[in-house]
């Protein structure tokens, strides 16, 4: 098996200066390592009884519907304000750079529904933090929060400290 943290490049200065982006586009073209993030992060929550998967943009998109496959589950996008054509909530946040907004489908999360939180990037945990308060209001049990990428530095994990969390890479 490929080794994931090798695959991924730093860019620094984006989306500004002084921060240095993990780009993770080269684990996505290496079918290894595509196949592997998707498995592991599968294996980890396949006896969770998984009922949907929630992906945010943009790169949640990609990872989530795959895992969601996997797991015989449903998927559901979270988006930027805007893109979503039916009933939506949504929830503002604050990123390590600024602040943001997400959208998510009223219908999106039944009750009772078990629900898997999958993203590429754990930074300070805002994003995260705002797509599980979506989900709850829905009525949804966050199963958990996957990650391909950890930044260990920034403690996103506090604010997720309700939830389990799993990443594969951590910096």
Same mark, same amino acid.
């Not at 294996?43 to 895992?67: C, M, N, Q, S």
């Given at each position: 098996? +490929?080794?994931?943290?090798?695959?991924?490049?730093?860019?620094?200065?984006?989306?500004?200066?002084?921060?240095?982006?993990?780009?993770?586009?080269?684990?996505?073209?290496?079918?290894?390592?595509?196949?592997?993030?998707?498995?592991?992060?599968?294996?980890?929550?396949?006896?969770?009884?998984?009922?949907?998967?929630?992906?945010?943009?943009?790169?949640?998109?990609?990872?989530?519907?795959?895992?969601?496959?996997?797991?015989?589950?449903?998927?559901?996008?979270?988006?930027?304000?805007?893109?979503?054509?039916?009933?939506?909530?949504?929830?503002?946040?604050?990123?390590?750079?600024?602040?943001?907004?997400?959208?998510?489908?009223?219908?999106?999360?039944?009750?009772?529904?078990?629900?898997?939180?999958?993203?590429?990037?754990?930074?300070?945990?805002?994003?995260?933090?705002? +797509? +599980?308060?979506?989900?709850?209001?829905?009525?949804?049990?966050?199963?958990? +929060?996957?990650?391909?990428?950890?930044?260990?530095?920034?403690?996103?994990?506090?604010?997720?400290?309700?939830?389990?969390?799993?990443?594969?890479?951590?910096?």
């Amino acid at each position: 098996m +490929c080794d994931l943290k090798q695959l991924v490049r730093d860019i620094p200065d984006f989306p500004k200066k002084g921060i240095i982006f993990k780009d993770i586009t080269p684990v996505f073209q290496d079918p290894k390592g595509l196949r592997k993030t998707v498995a592991m992060i599968s294996d980890h929550y396949k006896d969770k009884k998984i009922d949907i998967v929630v992906g945010a943009e943009a790169r949640g998109f990609i990872l989530a519907p795959t895992v969601a496959f996997n797991l015989g589950a449903g998927f559901v996008p979270v988006r930027k304000p805007g893109k979503l054509p039916y009933e939506k909530i949504s929830m503002s946040y604050d990123l390590e750079y600024g602040k943001d907004t997400l959208e998510m489908h009223k219908d999106g999360i039944k009750k009772g529904q078990r629900v898997l939180m999958v993203d590429d990037l754990l930074a300070t945990g805002g994003t995260m933090a705002a +797509c +599980c308060k979506m989900v709850e209001s829905l009525g949804g049990t966050v199963a958990g +929060c996957a990650f391909l990428i950890e930044l260990t530095f920034l403690n996103g994990k506090n604010a997720l400290s309700k939830y389990d969390i799993f990443s594969l890479i951590k910096y």
